[in-house]
């Protein structure tokens, strides 16, 4: 999606169209019967045994219940993917209910801010806010995972200043649950968002 949104930028129509295309193929791996994602044989039919709290041979590093978040550019989609908003909310609801968010991944970090597309914020609100009150401390081993080129921290941030960046290659950021009254960043062009 990123690419296409360059590409886009270039003017480079064909491949926009290509790459934008692409973006929508994360469709491919939804199962229509478990709503999560799946992986799937070259005739097409989905791995039988599909456990999606447990880590799969077909996904780098995660579990089924992870990965099927990763659709920030097309939330809507992913919702139609899954079989509704309703199926979306009670997937969502299952993956923090039953502790099985996993903050030290960062495919995971834009979920808890996926409520506010089904229209729950107050569900991000208080998951995000649970989020930064339990996976980051300030002793050793205080972060839940790795902080790979600073995402673990560029998470706490954003998040502490009530707004996250969901989708890379997008203008848009989502509301969360502020845990300052008042923040000012000193912007590279010298001007100053309060």
């Known amino acids: 999606f990123v690419l296409s949104q360059v590409a886009k930028k270039l003017q480079k129509t064909e491949d926009y169209e290509i790459l934008v295309s692409r973006s929508r193929n ?10 999560y994602a799946n992986g799937r044989y070259a005739d097409g039919h989905f791995y039988e045994e599909n456990k999606t709290d447990n880590f799969a ?3 780098t590093e995660g579990a089924p219940c ?3 978040w990763y659709a920030p550019q097309d939330p809507y989609g992913l919702m139609e993917a899954m079989g509704g908003k ?3 909310i009670a997937k969502l609801d299952t993956l923090f209910e039953e502790k099985l968010y996993w903050h030290g991944n960062e495919p995971c970090h834009q979920v808890a801010y996926m409520y506010n597309y089904a229209g729950q914020p107050w569900k991000t609100q208080k998951y995000t806010r649970h989020v930064m009150d339990t996976e980051y401390g300030d002793i ?5 995972g790795n902080d790979d080129a ?6 706490y941030i954003f998040s502490s200043i009530g707004f996250y960046p969901v989708c890379p290659g997008s203008p848009y950021y989502i509301i969360g649950s502020p845990r300052m009254e008042k923040v000012t960043l000193n912007l590279e062009n ?5």
């Open 26 to 35: 994360f469709k491919n791996v939804i199962d229509p019967q478990t709503g």
């Open 57 to 59: 041979f077909y996904i």
């Open 66 to 68: 992870h990965y099927t």
């Open 86 to 88: 309703d199926n979306y």
């Open 140 to 144: 050793p081993g205080g972060l839940a």
């Open 150 to 155: 600073g995402q673990m921290s560029a998470w």
């Open 190 to 194: 010298g001007k100053r968002f309060t």
